[in-house]
């Protein structure tokens, strides 16, 4: 297994990004966290940008990345789109804004390398919960 560079950028309300970064192994699913070219030390973005609003994003990986996403509290908060670099360019929006509270992390998984004549299709959707309608006793 082949270790990736997966780098990526969160881009908040205010105006400022967060830069990430990190070397990880082809069919993991790791944290993902900031860069040290840009911080003073590798944090999670829950520490790094407390209170902050995230309204876009973008992580890239070298090959192979199959998707990425913030955790906070146990639960996937938004989905963080993906690409593969020098294909990819631009952050995209997320579908919901969302605020960093501490400890949360973004965790990009990189798929195995798998051969041209292999394909692999990853979708990763939003599903929103609606409580069904309590029937009359």
Known sequence: MATNTVNGVLV???GTNIPLKAELAEGTESDLTTDTTYTVSAQQIGDYGLGKTVTSGLVTADNGIAYAYILRQG???A???VGVKGV???ASD???PVTLQAL???APSLGAH???SSRALRRCCYARYL???RLPL
């Open 79 to 81: 989905l963080i789109p």
């Open 94 to 96: 997320l579908c919901a």
């Open 114 to 116: 798998r051969a041209a």
């Open 104 to 106: 949360a992390h973004v």
């Open 131 to 133: 409580r069904p309608p």
């Open 12 to 14: 908040c309300r205010d």
């Open 88 to 90: 990819a360019y631009q």
């Open 75 to 77: 639960l996937v908060a």
